[in-house]
């Protein structure tokens, strides 16, 4: 940015009432850090010695201690008892999924600066939709690093396992406009679907931010927001919605004092946090006294199948419907380019956390083996806290939601299928393992679906 681009801004800024900390932050701020690619780097990297470095220094101080390993990766959850400011804050399910991760970082990313003595440390991401990055990274499995943890799911540390394509799948939220909607499936895949797989530590929301490739992972999320506003279309942070931009979360910095933060300071990432991604391009700066039109459905239900039950053990098979009487409305609707049809699933919960991720199918042909290649593939069911009933569920308990658009699994299904029936599969998946053979995952989870119903949504403008 040009000296002059930022002498006008403090202008501006300062003569807005109320104007943030962060608002300030944009003003004085140096060049923005990078938070690179993993893919490339080495133990021996800077970012990733000085990550080890940190890391190490905070496992030595007290659990009390707000730069400690144990109070960072408490404030998002933990089975510690006891109760310290912030604790157990994570927002999973709830508007703030995407916001409050984001704040999460920006903390933790300042306190691994000191803790590791390295002013230009940036938290790299983990680069997982790239194919040659879907084994957990070289650094992280070395037993002598602190970058290591045992409590990793099977044959993770070992190398062998690694991160189905459905499992990384963007697809499921970068078309979707309506930003919670987008931000509910991305918490579902990529989010909660690379947790189950890796489990251990990192398939659990108490424990889950203790393994230092967590916020690797989370890194990754957040450039995925960033990379979702960039499509435009409509797409926009929550602007207009109050309780969004202004609900406060606690946080440390890393002097150990308590900060606040809220929607609008996490709008930015480069001006307001002085991060950018590497390869991500030119960010979207969005303000809160710009508020923009937002977005909305007209929805049209069209069928619903009956209550789904998954109980832990080999998957159900299909579950099916007649849709004789509807099939002309359903072609009508799945053929008109202005009109998306959407799988719409409320009410799903599990009595605790799976350790699988279901993917789901619509019309899937009989006796054809499932796979996230084909057409009839729409999303994948993934619940990490959202959505599970858990005594550590912090916040209360809300059911989750998915909406998967099916407009060309529909069409499949109809033009092969003349004999009125329409089935939807569940597949539950975990981690692959070298070789193709699937790894086998014990999953003791009860899973159900309240409603399951196909609707066409019409985009509005406000
Ligand atoms: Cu708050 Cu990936 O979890």
Aim: net charge positive; charged share 20%; glycine share 8%.
């Amino acid at each position: 940015m040009s000296h002059s681009r930022r002498r006008f801004l403090k202008t501006t800024a300062v003569a807005v009432a109320g104007a943030s900390l962060f608002d300030f932050n944009e003003l004085m701020a140096a060049p923005p850090l990078v938070r690179l690619d993993v893919g490339p780097l080495t133990a021996g990297s800077p970012a990733l010695k000085s990550y080890a470095k940190a890391i190490t220094a905070m496992q030595a101080l007290p659990t009390t201690n707000p730069l400690s390993w144990a109070y960072q990766a408490a404030i998002h959850g933990t089975t510690l008892s006891g109760s310290h400011p912030a604790w157990n804050t994570c927002q999973h399910g709830t508007p703030y999924f995407w916001s409050w991760h984001r704040m999460y970082l920006y903390w933790f990313e300042r306190i691994i600066r000191k803790m590791s003595n390295d002013p230009t440390f940036a938290l790299p991401y983990w680069n997982y939709e790239a194919s040659t990055e879907r084994y957990l990274p070289v650094p992280f499995r070395d037993a002598a690093s602190s970058l290591y943890t045992s409590h990793r799911g099977a044959g993770w540390n070992a190398g062998t396992s690694f991160l189905s394509s459905s499992a990384v799948a963007t697809s499921g939220f970068m078309p979707v406009i309506p930003y919670f909607t987008a931000q509910g499936n991305c918490e579902g895949t990529p989010h909660g679907a690379v947790h189950v797989s890796i489990g251990g530590w990192m398939g659990s929301v108490p424990t889950a931010a203790q393994d230092p490739i967590f916020y690797l992972h989370h890194a990754n999320i957040d450039r995925w927001w960033n990379l979702w506003l960039k499509q435009g279309g409509g797409r926009s942070n929550p602007l207009s919605d109050a309780a969004w931009k202004t609900t406060k979360f606690l946080f440390f910095d890393e002097n150990g004092a308590q900060q606040w933060m809220t929607g609008c300071d996490v709008l930015r990432a480069a001006l307001q946090l002085n991060y950018t991604y590497q390869g991500e391009g030119t960010q979207v700066n969005q303000y809160c006294l710009k508020v923009l039109p937002w977005w909305v459905f007209e929805k049209e239900w069209l069928i619903e199948w009956p209550p789904i039950k998954l109980p832990p053990g080999p998957d159900p098979g299909p579950i099916e419907i007649n849709v004789r009487e509807q099939r002309k409305r359903l072609l009508t609707v799945a053929n008109d380019a202005n009109t998306d049809v959407t799988l719409e699933l409320e009410g799903v919960e599990a009595d605790k956390q799976p350790s699988v991720f279901w993917e789901v199918y619509v019309g899937l042909p009989k006796g054809k083996a499932p796979s996230s290649e084909s057409a009839h593939y729409v999303g994948n069911i993934a619940l990490f806290g959202h959505g599970v009933r858990d005594e550590h569920q912090h916040g209360g308990f809300k059911p989750a939601e998915f909406s998967f658009k099916v407009d060309r699994a529909l069409q499949n299904a109809l033009a092969q299928d003349e004999s009125g029936k329409l089935d939807l599969t569940f597949v539950a998946r975990g981690a692959e393992t070298k070789g193709g053979t699937r790894e086998l995952v014990r999953n003791d989870a009860n899973l159900s679906v309240g409603k399951a119903r196909l609707a066409a949504r019409r985009l509005k403008k406000t």
